[in-house]
């Protein structure tokens, strides 16, 4: 059996924090894990929210391109990620 496992999408308007990791990719990487352990074809992906509302206002208070938040926080989400070890595929 194969399985698609997702993630419900981070925002990127601002850093992730702890309840973030729990909440959104966390639960999702460990089933990804135990599923490919066990033997079975899974695949973890998950995206972000990059066009909400959060991420305008944030970009406005800053008085930049919601894209320019988006690029650095995005990166700072992956830092973070990497550094629990949680992978996508």
Not at 49 to 68: C, F, S, V, W
Request: hydrophobic share 35%; with cysteine; charged share 20%.
């Amino acid at each position: 059996m194969k399985k698609l496992i997702t993630s419900a999408l981070p925002y990127v308007n601002n850093l992730p924090h702890l309840g973030n990791i729990v909440g959104c990719v966390l639960s999702a990487d460990v089933y990804t894990r135990f599923c490919k352990k066990r033997g079975q074809k899974a695949i973890h992906i998950c995206g972000t929210d990059e066009y909400g509302t959060a991420t305008e206002m944030t970009a406005i208070e800053q008085n930049l391109h919601p894209k320019e938040i988006v690029d650095k926080n995005s990166v700072i989400h992956k830092n973070i990620y990497d550094w629990f070890e949680i992978h996508f595929d």
